[in-house]
Each structure stands twice: as structure tokens, then as C-alpha cells.
């Protein structure tokens, strides 16, 4: 799951943290309104605090403000998630590059791991189980490239985010095929095969609303 970071502070955060999580995980689905007077209750605090939250929330794009009728989820469009996918793929690619150039023993084990599992869920056809470890590799791949800028990017606009919220697929035997082919070809340390594989990976993404 996402490592949200703020430099915000309580009670401010609090609000923040529980508005994008309800998102995350699809409490609150794209163009719902948020119900400010709701969450000031449910956390005990003004509503100027929650507006603040909101603001913030806008600005990193995950919700949108309509004039006179509040704040809402966005709905992103077709043509826009297609637009962030591109990106996604772009920035992916060059983490995996980084990675691999400075690969370390922990990391090596983290992937090992990563395949291991990935392995045992494809062949119990574990989709939840599965579903859930491609968030998680994807976000290790970003926060182990160790380039700040790539990592504040990916946060600041919410690129993962965004691509689980709204949804693309890939058929799950592909997908594992690549997710082996990436991790092995890290390990062994030939970066541009690996970026190349993450590439194609987002290629062969079939996009779904």
C-alpha cells in the first residue's frame, strides 16, 4: 500500500490521512461528494481543518471542487488515465534501472521474496492474495530506486494511486510472466532487459472503466 508522507500537522493530518485512505481503498468512489460536516464529526475537529485537508487533497488531484456544490472525487477520464499510464510506465522503467544499479544483498532478498510469493499465489489462483503483492512490488520498486525526485513525483501526483483506484488489467499469466522475467533480470543485474520487460508490461495493460 501507499507510504503517505506529509509534512502536515495534527489535527490537519488527521483528516488528510482518513479522506485518502476512504479513496485507497474505495469508501468514496469517483464522484462522490465528500461530506465535510461528516468527517469533522468523526474526527472531532473544525471544518475549517477539514477544508484545509481538501485543499491538499485537490492539489495532489485526487479530488476536484464544483462551485457551489463542494468537494467530490475525481473522475478521471479514459484519454487522462491512459495519458498516466504512459507516464507510469516511463518512471517504472527508470526505477527498475536504478534499482539495479544499486542493487545490495537486502534488496536481492526482498525480490526473492516478492517471487515467491507471486509464484505460490498464481498457482493457488489466489487473486486477492496476488492482487494485493503487485501493489506492494511496485510500490517497493519506486521507494528501493533511491532517486528522491522519482519518488516525490510518483507521490506528489499520485501515479500509483490513480492506477489502482480507476483500474487497468493484465492477464494474470502474463502479468506473473513479466513479474518473474523483471525480478529474476534485476538480480542478475541486466537493467536495460528488466526496465525494457517493465516497458512491455504496461504495454500489454488492458485499460477498464
Not at 479522506?19 to 474526527?43: D, S, V
Not at 534485476?186 to 532487459?193: A, C, F, P, R, V
Amino acid at each position: 500500500m501507499p507510504n503517505i508522507k506529509t509534512t502536515k500537522k495534527e489535527p490537519e493530518n488527521q483528516a488528510y490521512k482518513k479522506i485518502k485512505l476512504m479513496i485507497i481503498e474505495n469508501k468514496l468512489k469517483p464522484g462522490e461528494k465528500i461530506i465535510q460536516q461528516k468527517i469533522a464529526g468523526e474526527l472531532e475537529i473544525g471544518i475549517g481543518m477539514v477544508i484545509q485537508a481538501l485543499s491538499i487533497l485537490q492539489n495532489e488531484r485526487l479530488i476536484e471542487y464544483l462551485p457551489r456544490r463542494g468537494f467530490f472525487v475525481r473522475n478521471i477520464s479514459k484519454k487522462e488515465f491512459s495519458d498516466l499510464l504512459e507516464v507510469r510506465s516511463v518512471l517504472e522503467s527508470l526505477a527498475v534501472e536504478n534499482l539495479s544499479k544499486n542493487l545490495n544483498e537486502a534488496i536481492k532478498n526482498q525480490l526473492q521474496d516478492f517471487l515467491n510469493k507471486f509464484e505460490e499465489a498464481y498457482k493457488n489462483n489466489d487473486m486477492k492474495e496476488y492482487t494485493s503483492l503487485d501493489k506492494k512490488f511496485h510500490y517497493f520498486l519506486i521507494e528501493a530506486s533511491g532517486n528522491e525526485y522519482l519518488i516525490d513525483i510518483m507521490n506528489s501526483f499520485n501515479i500509483l494511486l490513480l492506477g489502482y483506484i480507476k483500474g487497468f488489467k493484465t492477464e494474470v499469466k502474463i502479468s506473473y510472466e513479466n513479474h518473474r522475467q523483471i525480478i529474476n533480470l534485476i538480480i542478475n543485474g541486466e537493467e536495460e532487459k528488466a526496465s525494457a520487460i517493465m516497458n512491455e508490461h504496461f504495454g500489454k495493460a488492458e485499460i477498464f472503466f
